[in-house]
């Protein structure tokens, strides 16, 4: 059984910053691909940003530069830190973990609210 729990979302002024946490229970999770997902009212869910088991990142187009992903496999705990957060980066975000075909892990997500 897999669970992915999130923390850290809250409300944020515009430039601002926030670091998520996403604390799984996993076996072998070095072995997992991890990522964040986010979704705002009347969109799709889209990728912001996942990491491999190996450490190499890749981020949305929207977030680089700007959020950084990053992984403690010590910890089973990924984390994405947020800043120069603009309005348009408010959505719920979602804790993602897959390996290779496996099937799709999801968290409860956390909201994230830029203020303007």
């Known amino acids: 059984q897999v669970h992915l729990v999130e923390s850290g979302g809250g409300l944020v002024q515009a430039g601002g910053s926030l670091r998520l946490s996403c604390a799984a229970s996993i076996s072998f999770f070095s072995r997992y691909t991890m990522g964040w997902y986010r979704q705002a009212p009347g969109k799709q869910r889209e990728l912001v940003a996942a990491i491999t088991g190996g450490g190499e990142p890749n981020y949305a187009d929207s977030v680089k530069g700007r959020f950084t992903i990053s992984r403690d496999n010590a910890k089973d705990t990924v984390y994405l830190q947020m800043n120069s957060l603009k309005p348009e980066d408010t959505a719920v975000y979602y804790c993602?973990?897959?390996?290779?075909?496996?099937?799709?892990?999801w968290g409860q997500g956390t909201q994230v609210t830029v203020s303007s």
């Open positions: 993602h973990a897959k390996y290779v075909l496996g099937p799709n892990y």
